[in-house]
């Protein structure tokens, strides 16, 4: 049985930098979301259900390509004191009015932002039985301001442009040189990279999240037509080890 996890993702465009990859992070927060599905066979199925984004005029321009491509609604909200404006507020009362109506009833609230405002409305969440995650900087993720009121934090700067590929050329170089095009070896990269290392988890999970971040991808046609193929050569090149037990398939990353 397959379970929706209802996601709402709240960004607060002021003072992130232009290299921030959206995409990226959001296919990072449908990953790890997926993660507590991959050891039974009780999967789960986020769904980003709101998107909102808020901020001033040049803030939104920075990034208003992005947010058009992911579909989210964008909220100008212009300064009221020098350089303060309210995203803080609107988004603020966004999320506490979706806890309130319950339509759809969101389980998982992501903000994107390096505002401590956000705390109070993140604290309040949490008490009402939510999960909470935070999308801030680097310096800051370790503060217990955003700790004591935040289930996950990800650091923004690990979705910069720049910082986007990781260091898996070996990893893509296989793949790629197996039949699959750059971007379906980049999200086969992507989902291995989401699971941690030596921890068996049922090789059905693998499959679960890289359909939740490539709907179309297919084996169909191609040198390695299956996921046990697929398996096959990662095991061969000593990225995974594979069991079976109980009649259910088994992997763990190892590399």
């Not at 929706?4 to 296919?27: G, R, T, V």
């Not at 971040?213 to 040198?223: E, L, Q, R, T």
Request: contains cysteine; proline residues 2%.
């Amino acid at each position: 049985m397959r379970f929706s996890l209802p996601i709402a993702i709240y960004f607060d465009l002021e003072n992130i930098d232009k290299n921030f990859n959206l995409s990226k992070l959001m296919e990072s927060v449908v990953l790890e979301a997926n993660s507590d599905g991959n050891r039974d066979e009780n999967a789960i199925s986020p769904l980003i259900a709101i998107k909102l984004a808020c901020g001033e005029t040049n803030s939104i321009a920075k990034f208003r390509s992005q947010l058009t491509d992911m579909n989210f609604e964008i909220r100008e909200v212009p300064h009221v004191v020098q350089k303060k404006n309210r995203s803080d507020l609107v988004l603020s009362l966004e999320a506490f009015e979706s806890l309130y109506q319950k339509q759809p009833n969101i389980d998982l609230y992501v903000f994107i932002t390096s505002d401590t405002d956000f705390t109070i409305i993140m604290d309040k969440l949490r008490k009402y039985g939510k999960n909470v995650w935070l999308v801030t900087r680097n310096e800051d993720t370790e503060k217990p301001v955003f700790t004591s009121c935040s289930d996950k934090i990800f650091a923004i700067e690990n979705y910069f442009e720049e910082n986007s590929q990781k260091d898996n050329k070996a990893l893509l170089d296989l793949v790629s040189g197996n039949g699959f095009k750059k971007n379906e070896s980049q999200k086969i990269a992507d989902v291995l990279e989401s699971f941690d290392k030596d921890v068996w988890v049922l090789s059905s999970g693998f499959g679960t999240k890289l359909h939740s971040i490539a709907k179309d991808f297919s084996y169909k046609g191609k040198k390695i037509n299956s996921q046990g193929k697929l398996f096959e050569l990662l095991k061969e090149h000593k990225y995974i080890e594979t069991k079976k037990t109980a009649n259910q398939d088994y992997f763990k990353v190892i590399k």
